[in-house]
């Protein structure tokens, strides 16, 4: 695997990357409100940013919309309020700064403050956000999700998870090429959790390399995830183990990238795998 371009910034996708979560909300599933007093907290989230770089991440997501089951929709000028300050302030690091966000208002706004990335959880459906990167030249993740977080996991169905979740990384992809979007700017996210049951992510999970389109890197978030409690009977602040061990078998399966809340842990994780695996490059 070479490298994604995103922006100014060009990612070595040699070894396996580390996306560390930073959620700019007070009603995240796992840490929301961490960053919050009554907005969001700056310089508490850049010394936050700084620890996880230092630990071993590549890439910073920030976030100003809960995805989380259930959780409402934040308007457009709220979000940017939360994102586009922080956006501003990790700029100066040296890091992919990646936005967490659905709209594509929020994405221009957040590239001309300095972002490099746009990670949207409806992949990339509204043609506007395929608008916004093809202008702006960031990199863009494609996540899969069936509906919306409000509803999605009421009663997600799939004849066959892993074919249409693949199925949609083609379409969307054949939407990006046909804007203009070169393939090296684009990451694929099977959208763990998002409108799929435990066995629905199972599936994923066992057949990940199944999935890419292309020969795009993928990247996996299962940090704290409900999946982790149903299979290990822990509470979100007790995950942490299934979380890392989950990143470890998702890299095994194929995965470039993986987005999580505890990077010094994983980065440890990582780290042993590589040493017994060896380099990505080298095994494939």
Known sequence: MGSLSC??????LAEPG??????????SFSDGGRFWRGG????????????????????????GESTRPGADPVDEAE???RVLPVVAALAELDAVISVDTRKAGVARRAAAAGAHLVNDVSGLRDPAMIEALAATGLAGCIMHMQGEPRTMQAAPIYVDVV????????????????AGIAPDRLLLDPGFGFGKTLEHNLALL??????????LPL????????MIGAL???AIGDRMAGSVVAAVLAVERGANLVRVHDVTETADALRLLQAVEGSREAVH
């Open 79 to 81: 979000e940017c309020r």
């Open 18 to 27: 580390i996306m560390g979560i930073l959620n700019l909300t007070p009603d």
């Open 7 to 12: 922006g100014s910034r060009v990612l070595s």
């Open 219 to 226: 990247l996996v978030g299962l940090s704290r995830k409900r």
């Open 232 to 234: 290990t009977g822990r």
């Open 163 to 178: 074919q249409e979740v693949r199925d949609f990384f083609a379409d969307r992809v054949a939407a990006c090429r046909a």
């Open 40 to 63: 969001v907290d700056v310089p508490r989230i850049v010394d936050a940013a700084r620890a996880m770089l230092a630990a071993g991440a590549a890439i910073i997501d920030v976030g």
């Open 206 to 215: 066992r057949r990940l390399e199944a999935l890419r389109v292309e020969g």
